[in-house]
């Protein structure tokens, strides 16, 4: 059983940065951070494929950028210009499939397979 551990979250005035860590028991080509907010569905922030290649959700690019050391199995998401609605619980994923194409997915949580236990992010205005 793959174990994830977060870490890095915390409180932060709007327009501040963030940097999120998330340290694997093993590898896996396709990993992600999720955010959830209560009330509202888990949702896609950002993944990694292990040969560098990356997707945003429209509302993080250009501001959140993901990142991973694979010779330590470790992910990251810097996150800077944070604003209120950034506010979240925030999870590292990792999928147990192996894709072909040049992307890991990202759309849907259901897509991968192992979470950690999340880490608060809160942006105050």
């Known amino acids: 059983q793959l174990q994830l551990m977060e870490s890095g979250g915390g409180s932060v005035q709007a327009g501040g940065s963030l940097r999120l860590s998330c340290v694997a028991s093993a590898a896996r080509q396709c990993m992600g951070w999720f955010r959830q907010s209560p009330g509202k569905e888990r949702e896609g922030v950002a993944s990694i494929k292990n040969n560098g290649a990356t997707r945003y959700r429209d509302s993080v690019a250009g501001r959140f950028t993901i990142s991973r050391d694979n010779t330590k199995n470790t992910l990251y998401l810097q996150m800077n210009s944070l604003s209120p609605e950034d506010t979240a619980m925030y999870y590292c994923?990792?999928?147990?499939?192996?894709?072909?194409?040049?992307?890991?997915?990202?759309?849907?949580?259901?897509?991968?397979?192992?979470w950690g236990q999340g880490t608060q992010v809160t942006v105050s205005s």
């Open positions: 994923a990792a999928d147990e499939s192996v894709y072909l194409g040049a992307y890991c997915p990202l759309n849907s949580a259901a897509d991968f397979d192992y």
